[in-house]
Each structure stands twice: as C-alpha cells, then as structure tokens.
C-alpha cells in the first residue's frame, strides 16, 4: 500500500488544489457559487456506492468521473447547464495515496471537460466500502425547467444516443460475456464512463414536453415517466437504437434478449417526449445539431409500458428496470 | 422487521412528500430551488456514516436532524441564510418501514423549524452501513460571506455557546460515565442533536473577521483557522464555556480534563474572531440578542495555538481534535 496522507494531507493535497476561485473549500466549511444573472438554480444529487453501482477495485478516476456524469446526466435531462459540484467522498479502510490521486485525475480531468467547478465538500471514514455522492447545481431560464410529469397522450417518444451497452458492460466486467475483444471493451468503456449528454441541453430545453436520463434501465424508466405523468406509452423492441458493438455482443450471447438491454442500467441516455405537432421540427433540429436521438414510440392514455415485437405482439417482461434494494 | 416498502414506495409514502412545491424531487431527476434576488449561493456538503460519526441503533430520526443540523452550522459560521437542503440516503440492508418512517419525522421537523425546503436527493443500498448525506444551499449578501482565512493578530477569539458536551454525551451513549441521570441525559440530548447556531447568522455576518463551526473539537479546529489564516492564537483554558451539566460531569469523572472538553468533537458550536476595535460592540451587540459568545483568547503572529492553564502555563495536548481517519 502506498503512503497515506491523513485527512488534511488528503484535502490540501489531492482535493482543495481542484476547487474554484470562489470556492474556498475543501478548505472552509463552505463555498459561494457564481449564478448567471437571470437564471434558476436546478439541484440534483446522487451518489455511487461500492458493491452496488460499481465493482471494487474500479479504476478511482473512472469512479470519480462515474459520480459526476451521473448527475451531470440528471441536470441534462431537464435542460439545465451544469455550473458546478459537490463532493462528499467515504473512503473505505483499504484506501492509499495512490487511490486518491488517481481519483483526483479523474476529478480533475472531468472538471474540465464539462467547464463546472468543485465547490468544495467533505470525505469521512466509510468502514463499509467507498461512497462517493456528488450533488450538482445547474442554471436554467426561469419557466424552461423540463419536468418528467408532463407528457401528454399522442406525445413522440424518443431516446438519445444507444441502449443497453452499460448493461453488457457490466456482464462485460463479470466475464460473463462471449464477444470480440473491441466489443467487449467498448460496452465496458460505456459502463465505467457514461456520456451525460450536456450538447443536448438546448434541444431538450427547447422541444421537450417531458424528459429524464435513463439510468434504471429504458423500460422501468419510461414506465417512472409515464406514472409520474399519469399517461402509458406504447414502445416498438426494433427501434431501440443499438450500437454496433451491442449488435455484435448480442449474435454471440443467445441468451441475451433485446428486453435484457431495454431493462438493464447504467445507459445515462436522455428520454424524452415532444409533442406530434413539434416532432418533425425537433427530428430536423437534431439532424442539424448531429445529436442522435431515435423514436420509439408514443404516449398513449393508461397507464405502463407496452413493448411491441417484431410481430406486432406485446413482449412480456417480468423485470423492467434495474431496482437498488 | 416492520414491513419494508421498495425504493419507490419508500420515496413516495415517506420522503416525497417532505419536499417542497418547486421540488419535483424526490418523483424528477432535479429540484429547483428559487433564489432570493440579490443574493449569492453559499454550498456546503457533509455526511454522517454509522460507526464513524453515530453509532448504530441511534433513533433515525435524530440521524435525520443530525444530518442536516451539521450542514445548517457550516452555514451559519459563514453567515449564510440556509434556504434548502439535498439528501443523498444510503440504506444499510437492516432498514424497515419503522425505521424509514421515523427518519422522516425526523427529517419533517427540522424542515419546519429551520424554514428550509427539500430538494429531493437519492436512496440508494449501503450495505457497509447507513450513510447520509446532506447538501445544504444558502443565501448570502454578496461580500458578506464570512471565511475562515482572514483571521488577523490582535483579533479576539470567542466561542458560541458550550463546549465539551456533546463528547461527554458520546460518552455516556457508550455508558462510560459517571454522574446525575439529568446531567447524563442533558449531554446525551447535546450530542445526538446538536443546535446550530442559526439565530446568530446576522451577527456572524456583521461583526467576525473570521469564522468556522466546531465540529472537530475546539483546540484543533481553532488550529485550522489559524492555519487558514496564517497566524496563530492564545487561548485560556478557564474562560471555555461550560454547561451545569458538563461541569457536573467533570466532577464525578476525574480521569476527564477540560482538555478532553476542549478536544472532543461535535460541538457544532461557532468559533469566530473579531477585531480588537469592534469586540466592545459585538459583545454589546451579542448581549443586546441574548446570543451567549464567550472570549476564549486572542489571535497572535506566528502558528499553532497555546492553551494556557489556570496557572498561566501552557498545557501540553498530544490530541487537538477528532480525526476521521
């Protein structure tokens, strides 16, 4: 194990050399945040535990980056820009310099690929296992916070991006997985490094009648959606976008089914509904912008989800999203 | 075991309806939280984790207070309004519906007597433990946050409140004391639900030229001012504030100094400096509010902090303050 600072070493160190201007902590008991004049302040928080959303022995920079996108995904998924986050870091007994570094390359790094800043935070003992829980603050238009209640009967549903590679991913990291070497990396590279997708904050801003990240599983999702809106939805198994790389993963694996990566986790892809009348608007403004979002199906009145197959039938599912407890 | 809901009854029936108007959270994947105009955004984040900052089988819903008690006294050091806070929830894998409920009891009072609102957060599996972990937002008058590096020598050193009880509480929690059952109970009260100091943000703001919250113990948290600031401080043992019920204590427990009091942790006391012009009116000031601050000692050039006896020699300590590591 390499040397450990204690807990000042750690902050003064690894940690407070990340945070902002403004941001007097790690190493003051808080820090401000600059708002852009005339906007909403969007908070959203979630944390990433040892043993239950990621594997132990996880690259640290990978996990700190992981913690970050996840909620960065979140503030994507209502339209807002991301300013800055909060980090609140328990560390397991087993952790050394090395971890910590290594997690503040992450840190670091990921700062500067989405332009927000570290205000600051906490670490603590986590006897249990690494917790890491990021709380994100994003700036919106008063009025253009995209909320997940409002999807109307007759709404387009759409998906940003690929489903279901995090899910193989994580088969992936399990060695549970026959597939080409490319494959198998990519779908992991997927699970341990989630794209929040911040380039579609205008469009989503701008089009959608309802929206969330995926980040349960496509199915279990939308039906969450769906509930919270008090309408159903009606989804056809052959448009769920699939990359390459999952194509390629499913022809080796027979057990795996199309409903497997519609249920499984991770994706941090967008959901979204926009209205009939806007949707050939939206589908032209989002060719134009090159963010891939796909079509696959409708909000119907009712309530669940229904899958279609490729014969026309409904596809019955027992799980329909990945469930933390 | 009392019936357990899953994730999303135990968001819906217990924590859902905690959260304020604007918070769409816990049921969206962000809260908006409204800013007052004018003002700047103040963010802090901490966490508690059982074993580590409560011990296990504590009432759940002084955990929630706690949690969010901690956070509200890191606003308050920097004289900052507390408008909302953000839960993140880790659940150990022993939780029930009796336990979830009386968390949100918990959580549901300190919302009402704090006037702050919940803007949503996350439940997720902790299997090492309960973890919780808040993210309070505060309001501040642009310049007037008050931070803990701009301590100057000749400025005067005071303390809010009491000291010490809430480590003899922890104490008596592990039936490691002596003394009166009132006395035993009043420092048990002291440490599984501290006080933040809220009431003295307006005067926090006015007069300290420097300020952090106690939660590491006195001695040492006083040291990271100084060394935040860059000089150090004189302190005399005799004028730190004791309760009836922590002297009370002391007497019957000889193996227990006024240095343990002064080195324990979880006051979540105020610790803040003014200069030696304003100390007259402050004091006039705090009396005047009915605000108890005692002086303790005065801030000097140079580093480190001396605790001087009743004997006018300094008192040699090995431990300064509770390390979480």
């Not at 980090?87 to 989405?114: H, P, Q, R, T």
């Not at 009648?209 to 995926?214: E, G, H, P």
């Not at 939805?233 to 199309?258: D, F, R, V």
Request: proline residues 5%; contains cysteine; charged residues 25%.
């Amino acid at each position: 194990m390499a040397k450990r600072p204690d807990e000042a070493g750690l902050i003064e160190t690894y940690l407070a050399p990340l945070a902002g201007k403004q941001s007097f902590s790690f190493l003051d008991d808080a820090a401000i945040l600059d708002m852009p004049e005339g906007f909403e302040l969007v908070v959203t928080s979630d944390a990433i535990a040892e043993g239950v959303h990621f594997l132990k022995g996880t690259n640290p920079a990978r996990l700190a980056q992981k913690a970050i996108r996840v909620n960065l995904s979140d503030l994507a998924a209502k339209g807002s820009k991301p300013l800055g986050v909060s980090l609140s870091l328990g560390l397991s007994d087993d952790w050394d310099a090395g971890w910590i570094e290594n997690f503040a390359e992450g840190l670091g790094a990921d700062l500067k690929v989405f332009g927000i800043e570290l205000t600051g935070g906490d670490t603590f003992r986590s006897p249990g296992g690494t917790v890491i829980n990021v709380t994100a603050l994003g700036a919106i238009r008063p009025g253009r916070y995209v909320s997940r209640t409002t999807a109307k009967p007759g709404d387009a549903v759409y998906v940003s991006g690929t489903i279901g590679e995090a899910y193989l991913g994580l088969l992936s990291a399990r060695h549970d997985l026959a597939g080409r070497q490319d494959d198998l990396s990519a779908v992991l590279e997927r699970y341990e490094l989630p794209e929040p997708r911040v380039q579609s904050i205008g469009i989503v801003s701008e089009f959608a009648s309802a929206a969330m990240d995926i980040s349960d599983g496509l199915v279990g999702d939308l039906e969450k959606l769906c509930r919270a809106s008090g309408v159903g939805a009606k989804i056809e198994a052959q448009n769920i976008p699939l990359s390459a790389a999952a194509m390629g993963i499913l022809e080796k694996n027979p057990a795996i089914s199309l409903i497997d990566l519609a249920t499984g986790g991770d994706d941090y892809e967008l959901l979204i509904t926009v209205t009939a009348e806007r949707a050939g608007q939206f589908e032209r403004q989002a060719l134009a912008d090159k963010t891939p979002f796909r079509r696959i199906g409708e909000i119907v009145s009712g309530n669940g989800v229904e899958v279609t197959g490729p014969d026309g039938f409904p596809i019955k599912t027992a799980k329909r999203s990945y469930s933390h407890f």
